[in-house]
């Protein structure tokens, strides 16, 4: 997952977005280099995206935080899936009622 999130950030943020917007995606994305980082991307489902966001409330993080995670990891497993890295993009069906 790590080396997706590195990529994700070098060939995709870098060119699409804001250094501010690249900025707030790099701190999102943090989280999940944290707690799924080890993980194989191809391997990640809906139920770890899930796990992923209940471990972050559990931390005390900010509805709005949380929100920004799941925002940055939508975006970029969306690019994931549109460069045919993984086929379903796991944070759409992790629920759509996030913080």
């Given at each position: 997952m790590v080396e997706f999130l590195d990529?994700?950030?070098?060939?995709?943020?870098?060119?699409h977005v804001s250094a501010r917007s690249r900025e707030r995606?790099?701190?999102?994305?943090?989280?999940?280099?944290?707690?799924?980082?080890?993980?194989i991307l191809q391997k990640v489902h809906s139920a770890d995206i899930?796990?992923?966001?209940?471990?972050l409330?559990?931390?005390?993080?900010?509805?709005?935080?949380?929100?920004?995670v799941h925002t940055a990891l939508h975006r970029a497993l969306g690019q994931a899936?549109?460069?045919g890295v993984i086929r379903d993009n796991a944070p759409a069906g992790a629920g759509s009622r996030i913080a």
């Open positions: 990529r994700f950030d070098r060939d995709w943020a870098a060119l995606y790099a701190f999102a994305l943090a989280h999940v280099r944290r707690h799924l980082g080890n993980r899930a796990a992923l966001y209940a471990a409330t559990r931390e005390g993080l900010a509805p709005w935080t949380i929100r920004a899936k549109a460069w």
